[in-house]
């Protein structure tokens, strides 16, 4: 029975299926000419796509949108599609992994939600859309909440003797995402400790070594909450919220040789800030 199920299931898809086919600019379904798509190039900016029904009537924008994260500034952006319905004033933030803006994979996110069809486009179709989904993709606010969760810690310090001596342990070594960007790194996480002694120090917060395939290592510093003060890429040092450049005598040090000093040094920088 299920193997019958499973085969009406693919017949009913495949007789549903509808053929697809976009040249230059102009759309067919079933050899039906739906709508018209075109490219629009913007200089220094992202490029993106015009919708038009056949009478020419422009109906919605499939975009890239970038932008800069709350805390982490230019250092962390965040890009997501979306489809801008004009009538409407609304967008769809588009949830599908591997969307990309093609014209013949615009055409078919729409023909799939129901929004474009071998006789034109369904208004009501959507308006349900634009109920069912927000304007920016789950994993775009998810980015966004904890880089919010990030700006309510960053000024919390542990309470304790500053001037006591710093510890610094090796934790663990391993393939994860960037805590800057969230791509591909090898990470290496310290914890730091300050106090009179090993008997008595106290947890002030870790350090982190990143090592991406292509690209410079970078040195970050956070505190017990795990919220990011700071980091260093070789030549500069720079620390959160705002995003700001420090003016320090540590240019030369490079945390990829010695990462010990340079997690040291850089703690006590922020420490004689008040940072941590």
Do not use: W
């Amino acid at each position: 029975m299920r193997h019958i199920t499973l085969l009406f299931i693919i017949v009913s898809t495949f007789l549903h299926a509808q053929k697809i086919k976009v040249k230059r600019g102009e759309v067919f379904l079933d050899d039906n000419k739906v709508a018209i798509i075109e490219k629009q190039k913007i200089k220094g900016a992202n490029n993106f796509l015009k919708v038009f029904d056949n009478d020419n009537k422009h109906l919605f924008n499939a975009k890239l949108v970038s932008e800069e994260s709350p805390f982490f500034g230019n250092q962390k952006i965040s890009s997501y599609f979306i489809i801008e319905c004009l009538e409407q004033k609304d967008s769809i933030g588009i949830e599908k992994l591997g969307f990309y803006l093609g014209e013949k994979q615009v055409v078919k996110y729409l023909v799939n939600n129901g929004i474009l069809t071998s006789t034109g486009f369904n208004t009501s179709k959507v308006d349900t859309k634009l109920s069912e989904t927000e304007s920016k993709p789950s994993y775009a606010r998810e980015k966004y909440e904890i880089d919010l969760n990030y700006i309510e810690n960053v000024s919390y310090v542990v309470n304790r003797d500053t001037s006591n001596p710093l510890f610094v342990n090796e934790i663990k070594t391993s393939t994860t995402g960037s805590i800057l960007n969230g791509l591909s790194i090898v990470q290496t996480k310290y914890e730091i400790f300050q106090g009179t002694d090993e008997a008595s120090k106290t947890l002030i917060g870790y350090g982190y070594i990143e090592k991406p395939e292509i690209g410079g290592v970078k040195l970050i510093i956070a505190n017990s909450k795990n919220t990011p003060l700071g980091y260093f890429d070789g030549f500069k040092h720079f620390t959160f919220y705002p995003l700001t450049k420090l003016e320090t005598n540590l240019s030369n040090t490079k945390s990829s040789d010695r990462p010990i000093d340079g997690i040291y040094q850089f703690t006590q920088i922020l420490i004689e800030k008040n940072k941590l």
